[in-house]
């Protein structure tokens, strides 16, 4: 499992502004658009960290967004801290 985490609380409010901007009736489509707006946000450097990494899908928990892939091989983690991060994935069973 290849697992990325971001702990900074303005990038997590820009992803929360953007989902209440930004809804799609697709979920697939909706984390998609999160993602790329993510990526959009992010400096260079963190950018690299993520390269190869394929995501479909995302959960949102009260302090953090995680998003995954079908097979939850990979993981990136945007949270204020850890303990929303284990609440979250213990919940999906990552």
Known sequence: MRRVEFHNSKLLEKLCDHLEKNRFGDWNTQSINLYQHFLKMINTSDY?????????????HSGCIIFYDDEHINLVIVSFDDTDVNELTKRIGI
């Open 48 to 60: 690299k960290q993520l390269q190869g990494i394929k995501i479909d899908k995302y959960e949102m």
